[in-house]
Structures are given as structure tokens and as C-alpha cells.
């Protein structure tokens, strides 16, 4: 049977601020375990959080930047479960009123043409600690132990609509993950290094017969620690789903962990639903009402996006779109192009000498233009 695949992704983004999101702890990736923390992150009896008004800013202009609504009142609530990392026992979050909600972000689609990925909604959110496990391969660990330095994090969840316009293929999932990643750093919200930790993803996938319009169960896969571990998972899983379809077996909604040395996904635990967590408004902190100016003044904060800057340099120096899209894919790249343009008597020339030869140049020296 021919099936049509639904990939959403719920997409975590260590926002770039100096402090975290409800103590005023440094955020600082590399350093040693457990030091910058404190009675407010750890979950102290007593301690209370402090919203950081900067990761509200961060948060209110990705909104803008995917096409979102921005609600102007706002809500904390408790995420309840029991985890290691999670120093309370529940981590706050946004639940019934985000940031920013029903917004779309364009890619090119499988058939070439402009498509709006729908945006479910945007929402602030403290990180978790991190745990660190004695084997990188999944099951076979001895102990683990937690650093708290990441704990309370401000992280901006980014989730994707599974029913408005939601990703039906791999390339399509990574051109979004591409573009998405590319918006945050133009925006300045996030340096988006997955390798830090700053940009993770947890990915659902379902199947349905071509042609149906009801849902099939959903499997979410979570821990991945880079875009090829999430391309090769969501391989790995559709093929799963189809071959247990084919076969007339069930579907089981659960969460999975990708093991990247086998190359395979293995079931975690069941699926949580939002009445699992329990959340209610969290007592400590008030609803955050965002006055008209405040929003107005971040709208207008906005940077000149890549899609915007391709446009511009095809239009002003008329550049060929193929060098377009290579000037544009780096911020770094795109602003050195423009600092060196107004110097240039032949754009398309330095163009051409950027894209081919200074790329060359960098790639012998192993070298960046940062």
C-alpha cells in the first residue's frame, strides 16, 4: 500500500541570553559541572523565579519572524514528571496561552513550488539539566550523572501544525530544519550549535494510506544529536511503520530513542498526552501582559530575513540565483557580501569570486569568515 507520511517537529532553542531564564546564573556552555547554579534552578524550597525579560524579547520577535500571532497575554504553567535532570519535579513551560501561535514558515516544497510549513505555536520554556551517560549507546550505560548548569536554560519550543500543512518527506523535513535554523541566527535569538546543545529536535511520525484524511498513531523520536541522525531515524521509522502496516500489525503511540550505532529506533516509554503532565498556571509567576508598544517596538527590531535578502541582491546587483543561495545560507557570508558591494564596481563578479574562490581559499586554510 502507498502511504503519506506526517512529520512534525517540536524544535528546542537554547535562546542566546547571558543569564537563565528565571535566576540570574550565567549561561555558559563549556563550563565545569554543576557551578552556575543556584537555589532558584536547582528547585529550592522557597526560591523564586524571576521571568528574564530578554528571552521574552527573543521569543516575541521569532514570532514575527514565522509569521506568527502574538498574544499579548501570556501564561506560565507546570509541566509535571519525574526525570533526573529535572531538579523540581516539573519544569516550567507554556501550555494554554504561548507567546506566539498559528504561523507558517516557506520552504520549497517536494514539487518546486513555495510551501508555508504551519507553525502551531511558539512558547518559552526553562531547559532541564543534562545528564551524562557512561556509554553512548543506548541500554548499555552503568550510571549516569547530572550537570544542573543547564538547568533552567530559557529554551523557545518551536512545534509544527500536523494538520495545516504539516512535512510529507525527508527533504522537505530537512529543508525546514535548514531554513528554520537559518532564521534563528539571522535573528540574533540563537548560535543554533547542536553540538552545544542549542538546537534540538524531537521529531513525531505517522503514516495514513494516500488519499485518507484520518490520522494514523504517532511515534515520536527524541536525543538526536545532529540533522543526519534525524534524517537517518526518520528513514529508519517510516520504513518501520510502513513494513508493520503492510503486515497488518498496529501502530503503538510511544516515544523512541534512535540509536545511531545500530541505526535503528527502540521503543522508550508510551506516548504522553498533554493530561499526563497535569499542567495548571504556576502560582510564582503572574501572567505576562505584553503592552502594544513592547510589541510594536520588537516588530520593528526585525532583521532583514534570508528570503527578504536574496530578493534584494537578485533585484539591486542581479545576481544569478544559484550564487544567491550560497551568499544567503551564511549570515557571515551574506554580510560580508554586503560590506564589500558598495566598494565593487562588478557585484556579480565579486559574487562569483566569493562563492568560488574565497570558499576555496577558506577550505585549504580550513578557515571561516568569522
Same mark, same amino acid.
Given at each position: 500500500?502507498?502511504?503519506?507520511?506526517?512529520?512534525?517537529?517540536?524544535?528546542? @532553542?537554547?535562546?542566546?541570553?547571558?543569564?537563565?531564564?528565571?535566576?540570574?546564573?550565567?549561561?555558559?556552555?563549556?563550563?565545569?559541572?554543576?557551578?552556575?547554579?543556584?537555589?532558584?534552578?536547582?528547585?529550592?524550597?522557597?526560591?523564586?523565579?524571576?521571568?528574564?525579560?530578554?528571552?521574552?524579547?527573543?521569543?516575541?520577535?521569532?514570532?514575527?519572524?514565522?509569521?506568527?500571532?502574538?498574544?499579548?497575554?501570556?501564561?506560565?504553567?507546570?509541566?509535571?514528571?519525574?526525570?533526573?535532570?529535572?531538579?523540581?519535579?516539573?519544569?516550567?513551560?507554556?501550555?494554554?496561552?504561548?507567546?506566539?501561535?498559528?504561523?507558517?514558515?516557506?520552504?520549497?516544497?517536494?514539487?518546486?513550488?513555495?510551501?508555508?510549513?504551519?507553525?502551531?505555536?511558539?512558547?518559552?520554556?526553562?531547559?532541564?539539566?543534562?545528564?551524562?551517560?557512561?556509554?553512548?549507546?543506548?541500554?548499555?550505560?552503568?550510571?549516569?550523572?547530572?550537570?544542573?548548569?543547564?538547568?533552567?536554560?530559557?529554551?523557545?519550543?518551536? @512545534?509544527?501544525?500536523?494538520?495545516?500543512?504539516?512535512?510529507?518527506?525527508?527533504?522537505?523535513?530537512?529543508?525546514?530544519?535548514?531554513?528554520?535554523?537559518?532564521?534563528?541566527?539571522?535573528?540574533?535569538?540563537?548560535?543554533?550549535?547542536?553540538?552545544?546543545?542549542?538546537?534540538?529536535?524531537?521529531?513525531? @511520525?505517522?503514516?495514513?494510506?494516500?488519499?485518507?484524511?484520518?490520522?494514523?498513531?504517532?511515534?515520536?523520536?527524541?536525543?538526536?544529536?545532529?540533522?543526519?541522525?534525524?534524517?537517518?531515524?526518520?528513514?529508519?521509522?517510516?520504513?518501520?511503520?510502513?513494513?508493520?502496516?503492510?503486515?497488518?500489525?498496529?501502530?503503538?503511540?510511544?516515544?523512541?530513542?534512535?540509536?545511531?550505532?545500530?541505526?535503528?529506533?527502540?521503543?522508550?516509554?508510551?506516548?504522553?498526552?498533554?493530561?499526563?503532565?497535569?499542567?495548571?498556571?504556576?502560582?510564582?509567576?503572574?501572567?505576562?501582559?505584553?503592552?502594544?508598544?513592547?510589541?510594536?517596538?520588537?516588530?520593528?527590531?526585525?532583521?532583514?530575513?534570508?528570503?527578504?535578502?536574496?530578493?534584494?541582491?537578485?533585484?539591486?546587483?542581479?545576481?544569478?540565483?544559484?550564487?544567491?543561495?550560497?551568499?544567503?545560507?551564511?549570515?557571515?557570508?551574506?554580510?560580508?557580501?554586503?560590506?564589500?558591494?558598495?566598494?565593487?564596481?562588478?557585484?556579480?563578479?565579486?559574487?562569483?569570486?566569493?562563492?568560488?574562490?574565497?570558499?576555496?581559499?577558506?577550505?585549504?586554510?580550513?578557515?571561516?569568515?568569522?
Amino acid at each position: 500500500m502507498d502511504y503519506q507520511v506526517i512529520i512534525c517537529f517540536e524544535t528546542h @532553542v537554547e535562546l542566546k541570553t547571558r543569564t537563565k531564564l528565571f535566576c540570574p546564573c550565567p549561561v555558559q556552555f563549556d563550563a565545569p559541572p554543576n557551578t552556575h547554579i543556584c537555589p532558584v534552578c536547582t528547585g529550592q524550597p522557597g526560591a523564586l523565579p524571576v521571568l528574564n525579560k530578554k528571552a521574552v524579547e527573543f521569543s516575541v520577535l521569532t514570532g514575527f519572524a514565522l509569521n506568527c500571532r502574538v498574544n499579548q497575554c501570556s501564561r506560565f504553567a507546570r509541566k509535571n514528571y519525574f526525570y533526573p535532570d529535572l531538579p523540581k519535579g516539573y519544569q516550567i513551560s507554556q501550555y494554554e496561552l504561548p507567546f506566539c501561535e498559528d504561523g507558517y514558515l516557506e520552504i520549497i516544497g517536494d514539487d518546486g513550488r513555495p510551501y508555508p510549513v504551519g507553525i502551531k505555536r511558539v512558547h518559552l520554556e526553562e531547559d532541564a539539566g543534562k545528564l551524562v551517560h557512561s556509554s553512548s549507546s543506548n541500554g548499555e550505560s552503568e550510571y549516569s550523572l547530572v550537570d544542573y548548569n543547564r538547568s533552567s536554560v530559557p529554551l523557545l519550543e518551536i @512545534v509544527t501544525d500536523h494538520e495545516r500543512n504539516p512535512l510529507h518527506s525527508l527533504s522537505e523535513a530537512r529543508a525546514y530544519l535548514d531554513k528554520l535554523k537559518q532564521t534563528l541566527i539571522y535573528l540574533g535569538a540563537s548560535d543554533c550549535s547542536m553540538e552545544k546543545g542549542q538546537l534540538r529536535c524531537d521529531v513525531n @511520525v505517522s503514516l495514513r494510506p494516500k488519499g485518507s484524511r484520518d490520522f494514523g498513531n504517532r511515534t515520536e523520536i527524541k536525543n538526536m544529536a545532529s540533522f543526519k541522525a534525524i534524517m537517518d531515524a526518520l528513514a529508519y521509522e517510516i520504513q518501520r511503520q510502513a513494513e508493520c502496516l503492510d503486515s497488518g500489525e498496529t501502530i503503538f503511540q510511544e516515544t523512541r530513542l534512535f540509536d545511531e550505532t545500530k541505526g535503528v529506533t527502540q521503543p522508550m516509554r508510551s506516548k504522553e498526552d498533554a493530561p499526563d503532565y497535569r499542567y495548571f498556571p504556576d502560582p510564582d509567576l503572574l501572567e505576562v501582559e505584553l503592552e502594544d508598544g513592547f510589541i510594536q517596538e520588537i516588530k520593528g527590531r526585525l532583521p532583514e530575513l534570508p528570503d527578504q535578502k536574496a530578493r534584494r541582491l537578485a533585484e539591486v546587483y542581479n545576481i544569478p540565483e544559484k550564487d544567491i543561495r550560497v551568499l544567503t545560507k551564511d549570515k557571515e557570508v551574506s554580510d560580508y557580501f554586503d560590506s564589500c558591494a558598495p566598494l565593487c564596481g562588478d557585484t556579480r563578479r565579486l559574487a562569483r569570486w566569493i562563492v568560488r574562490e574565497l570558499f576555496r581559499l577558506l577550505n585549504e586554510s580550513s578557515c571561516t569568515l568569522g
